[in-house]
DNA sequence: TAGATTGTTAATCGATTAACAATC
DNA sequence: TAGATTGTTAATCGATTAACAATC
């Protein structure tokens, strides 16, 4: 692979290819073409041509792309062809309903600790996870070395987590709270926020 | 305004600034400028300026912007100076957490109705919603002309249960099953997709 | 071989940024 | 008035699409 810089939003659909490649594949098909993929995540086969290619040629003039041979180069790609563990902060609803998500284990990624403010959430247990005080939680995910952490804490609250996070050595941050958090550069953060999302759709009602 | 067609990337924005602005609100202050707004979002200040002289101006030269007149026309336009109702399907995990979600209200939408089949889960109360039988959807999303949805059921049933919503009269669905899902033209369909977001993420670790 | 589909280059399209006159 | 900041135009940048030779 050259080392040529990847546009980030080439990166960015690399998961969605690989969601509609797995559903393919539940459904028993071996190979698929970029026109086919192309319909099934809305994106037009010259560019999903085009964003594979930066890879490398994992595809076939005249056949087109092996399910699960391209499956596992774009997870070696976006380095999820292991498992890695996951933090997360904030045991409301959020937090509680992630913990249970299914998911994330055929994705990538285990929830593996559990954090909590709460007295009376401290101690108790969510599936398989034991909920922590926060004020182990710095210690926590540095003694395990633990990149990846979810925030689901309230919005005037996150600020202060992510840089305990940050601080804890964890470089990838998905974040639920509605606020933008500032983070040094070497810290991804990405944002969900399903009433933006609704907001802009009711633009078009 | 004028009825040229504005793109569909600055509309996605809109609820971003919005956000900014309520933060800046609640912290007090009355005016901003598109550079102070572009730091909040990570944005550049002309850019701000672009996106939101497409709709009017909405700032007066040296002062700026002031914070709630800015909001205001920034609800009008997303069609947010109202609440929606919405229709969530699917009282897993993720539906409960969203009947719960403090955040909507104060962002123009409120949860009014709760789908389910599983017959334990039909007819309990989940706040001061009653969850209902799936079978009753459409007649009582038609009757109620709701036009707003939350998809929250297994990515196998999530294409049929959009039909459903469709037949019901839905016009904007945010989708949580991994699953893109067809609709006619005139429905927006939104996507909810943490474990993308988290892969997304691993690329750079 | 004939048909299909890739990988890639060039052309097009659209979005972002820079610059600045207008004006509060 | 002097300073600040908007709204807008033109320039730049980057992403998408179209086209096609290569080849399975």
New binding site residues.
């Given amino acids: 692979m050259t080392t040529k810089k990847i ?4 990166i960015g ?1 690399l998961p969605l290819y690989l969601r509609a490649l797995a559903r393919m594949e539940a459904e028993g098909a071996i190979v ?6 192309g319909d099934w995540v809305g ?12 890879f ?10 092996n399910i699960k041979f391209l499956s596992e180069k774009l997870k070696e790609i976006l380095k999820i062809d292991r498992v890695w563990d996951v933090a997360i902060v904030g045991m409301g609803d959020i937090g509680r309903g992630l913990s249970h998500y299914e998911g994330f284990l055929e994705r990538g990624f285990r929830a593996t600790l559990a954090f909590d403010n709460n007295p009376e959430v401290i101690g108790s247990t969510i599936r398989n996870l034991t909920v922590q005080d926060i004020s182990e939680m710095v210690s926590t995910i540095s003694k395990k070395e633990i990149k990846v952490a979810i925030i689901a804490v309230p919005a005037d609250n996150a600020q202060e987590v992510a840089e305990k996070l940050v601080k804890a050595g964890i470089k990838s941050i998905l974040n639920y709270a509605t606020i933008i958090i500032n983070v040094p550069e070497d810290v991804r953060v990405q944002y969900i926020d399903p009433a933006a999302h609704l907001q802009w759709m009711t633009y078009y009602l």
Same sequence: chains 1, 2.
Avoid at 32 to 37: E, H, I, P, V, W
């Fill in positions: 546009p980030d939003i080439i659909r698929t073409s970029s026109k086919a993929l994106i037009s086969a010259a560019q999903i041509r085009k964003d594979i290619s930066q490398g040629e994992f595809g076939k003039q005249g056949t087109g792309y």
